[in-house]
Nanobody, 124 residues
């Protein structure tokens, strides 16, 4: 059974940092793109960042560019999201996702596997 398990969420003050990990098990995710999405209360799930397997090219939402960094370790089947300069507007449940190559990186429908989500709360 394929599983994506996130870890690293929590409560942090504005301006602080957090680092997420997403460990994949049940299959290898080589060749898959990996992404992070988030969903705040009463809002739709939105794209945060993604990384390609082939060349580790990265994509970011404008709202997090320069503050968040996505990376992956294929040998460990793990993807990371380093978040800095956090703002109250970053408060959401964050989801890790894996999808086949191709397709628009920012579309949730192009990802086949999802983690259970981890809460981030940024206090002002």
């Amino acid at each position: 059974q394929v599983q994506l398990v996130e870890s690293g969420g929590g409560l942090v003050q504005a301006g602080g940092s957090l680092r997420f990990s997403c460990a994949a098990s049940g299959r290898t995710f080589n060749y898959y793109k990996m992404g992070w999405f988030r969903q705040a209360p009463a809002k739709e799930r939105e794209f945060v960042a993604a990384i390609r397997w082939s060349d580790e090219y990265t994509y970011y939402a404008d709202s997090v560019k320069g503050r968040f960094t996505i990376s992956r370790d294929n040998a460990k089947n793990t993807v990371y999201l380093q978040m800095k300069s956090l703002k109250p507007g970053d408060t959401a449940i964050y989801y890790c996702a894996a999808g086949r190559p191709g397709g628009l990186q920012y579309l949730p429908s192009t990802y086949s596997y999802w983690g259970q989500g981890t809460q981030v709360t940024v206090s002002s």
